[in-house]
């Protein structure tokens, strides 16, 4: 069983900056992938961002790709998002997401490779 949560959200006014953090549970934490997905008011679940295990491969939305930065400290068992640049589109509920079969390439955009998932962490941006 893994076990997920992020921190680090809140209200920031819009050019501003967060960085999430999912701390997670799992000896074998450096094997996973590891994705970012969020849910705005009234939105369905969309993918922000993703890392592969193996070689570190990063996968981003068009929508975030240059503001937002996914990384990883193994030694901490915690995967990171940065995000710059924020603007109101960006409010949503984030959330973490494992892969622990380690799976690399755009099929981490979606949903189905991962096995576990967070409770979420509100990121508001205000205008």
């Known amino acids: 069983q893994v076990q997920l949560v992020e921190s680090g959200g809140g209200l920031v006014q819009a050019g501003g900056s967060l960085r999430l953090s999912c701390a997670a549970s799992?000896?074998?934490?450096?094997?996973?992938?590891m994705g970012w997905f969020r849910q705005g008011p009234g939105k369905e679940r969309e993918f922000v961002a993703a890392?592969?295990?193996?070689?570190?491969?990063?996968y981003y939305a068009d929508s975030v790709k240059g503001r937002f930065t996914i990384s990883r400290d193994s030694a901490k068992n915690t995967v990171y998002l940065q995000m710059n640049s924020l603007n109101p589109e960006d409010t949503a509920v984030y959330y973490c997401?494992?892969?622990?079969?380690?799976?690399?390439?755009?099929?981490?955009?979606?949903?189905?490779?991962?096995?576990?998932w967070g409770q979420g962490t509100q990121v508001t941006v205000s205008s």
């Open positions: 997401a494992a892969d622990i079969q380690g799976l690399s390439g755009w099929r981490l955009s979606g949903p189905d490779p991962y096995d576990y």
């Open positions: 799992g000896r074998t934490f450096s094997t996973y992938s």
């Open positions: 890392m592969a295990w193996s070689g570190g491969s990063t």
